[in-house]
C-alpha cells in the first residue's frame, strides 16, 4: 500500500499546483510535487528543465535526459517540468547551475532542505 500524501501545501502558503503531467511527474505520479514521509529523496522541487541542469545531473549520476522504457520514462528535454529532490535541486544550486522554480508547485517541505531565499533566486 502506497503511504498517503502530506498536506498539498505550497512554499508561499497556498494550495500545491500541478507542476508536470506531460511527462508526469511526482513521487506518485500525479503531476503535483507531493511528498511523504517515505519519499526519502523529497521530491518536492517543481524544476523547468535546461540543458545545463540536465547534463549537471547526468554528470553526478542522475540521467535524467536518457529514455528508461522499462520504467515509462522517456526522458526529460530543456523546458520540460520535474518534481526534482530538493538536496539536487540545492547542490545545483551550489554549484551555479541550478534551473528555474515554480514556486506554486513546489512543495511546502521542500523548505527542510531548501532555504526561500534560494527557492525565490530560481523562481519563475
Request: proline content about 6%; hydrophobic content about 40%; aromatic content about 8%.
Amino acid at each position: 500500500m502506497m503511504a498517503e500524501p502530506d498536506k498539498p501545501i505550497n512554499v508561499l502558503g497556498g494550495v500545491l499546483e500541478l507542476c508536470g503531467s506531460d511527462p508526469m511527474t511526482g513521487y506518485f505520479r500525479d503531476g503535483f510535487c507531493n511528498t511523504c514521509d517515505a519519499d526519502m529523496g523529497s521530491h518536492t522541487v517543481c524544476a523547468v528543465m535546461t540543458a545545463e541542469f540536465l547534463a549537471y545531473s547526468k554528470y553526478v549520476g542522475n540521467d535524467l535526459s536518457t529514455a528508461r522504457p522499462e520504467f515509462g520514462f522517456e526522458g526529460l528535454k530543456p523546458g520540460d517540468t520535474w518534481c526534482l529532490c530538493a538536496a539536487r535541486f540545492l547542490q545545483a544550486h551550489d554549484e551555479g547551475c541550478a534551473p528555474r522554480v515554480r514556486l506554486e508547485a513546489t512543495h511546502g517541505r521542500a523548505l527542510e532542505i531548501v532555504p526561500m531565499r534560494v527557492l525565490e533566486e530560481h523562481a519563475l
